[in-house]
């Protein structure tokens, strides 16, 4: 079985750009969740979504990252403009469930560096 | 506010020696906590977890204990092997109606042959 996958492994743009990241859950998982990294600091939620819907948002740093899922099955992340604060490696999971002990499944992750 | 941290950034062992990574963590209602494990260019990987109705949960070369007490957490690895060499991260989950993962900063585990 696949894991979660995501694309592009790295992406390199320059400040005010826009860039689209994509994941694609384990098949069969309802949930998909997506977390940052940015540099020298812990990995941090930014959202969760339940098939296409948005359950939890509260991680979202502000309105220039938009998140999609539509059809409930890969999801989108764009950041539009890009700002120098926003490098980092951002990951994506899914998990089966939504109990709190439904493993979250990691995909490898996506490193934006904005020049 | 919620947080959870690592007491060390590095760690390094000799290889077959067994290693403790520490994590710490601030919210007193947290029941549930997990242990990660991210190998260079990989996303985190689920290593163990453990209830806050639990003070010890084993798996294979690997144990977590927690101390409710003193809002402790620590995952134990026996007989390390070069392979252990990753940053392992211990994360929360609140279950505030979500189920999002709150990660400690990261402990970095070398294993020298």
């Known amino acids: 079985e696949a894991g979660v996958t995501q694309f592009p492994s790295h992406s390199v743009i320059e400040k005010g750009q826009t860039v689209t990241l994509r994941c694609d859950p384990i098949?069969?998982?309802?949930?998909l969740y997506w977390y940052r990294r940015v540099m020298g600091k812990e990995i941090k939620f930014l959202l969760h979504?339940?098939?296409?819907?948005?359950?939890?948002e509260s991680g979202m740093p502000n309105n220039r990252f938009l998140a999609e899922r539509t059809g409930g099955t890969y999801s989108t992340l764009k950041v539009q403009p890009a700002e120098l604060e926003d490098s980092g490696v951002y990951f994506c999971?899914?998990?089966?469930?939504?109990?709190?002990?439904?493993?979250?499944?990691f995909g490898p992750g996506t490193r934006l560096t904005v020049l | 506010g919620e947080s959870v941290g690592l007491h060390l950034p590095t760690l390094s062992v000799q290889e077959g020696d067994n290693s403790i990574i520490n994590c710490a963590y601030s919210?007193?209602?947290?029941?549930?906590f997990i242990w990660y494990k991210q190998e260079s260019g990989k996303g985190p990987q689920f290593i163990i977890d453990?209830?806050?109705?639990?003070d010890k949960r084993q798996g294979q070369r690997v144990t977590v204990l927690l101390n409710k007490t003193v809002k402790h957490l620590s995952l134990q690895i026996a007989a390390t092997q070069p392979g252990d060499s990753a940053v392992y991260f211990c994360?929360?989950?609140?279950?505030?109606?979500?189920?999002?993962?709150?990660f400690g900063q990261g402990t970095r585990l070398t294993i020298n042959p």
């Open positions: 999971a899914s998990s089966l469930g939504t109990s709190q002990t439904d493993t979250q499944y």
């Open positions: 098949s069969g998982h309802d949930n």
């Open positions: 979504f339940v098939k296409e819907s948005k359950q939890d």
């Open positions: 919210n007193s209602a947290s029941d549930y």
């Open positions: 453990i209830r806050s109705n639990m």
């Open positions: 994360a929360e989950n609140l279950n505030q109606g979500a189920q999002k993962l709150v």
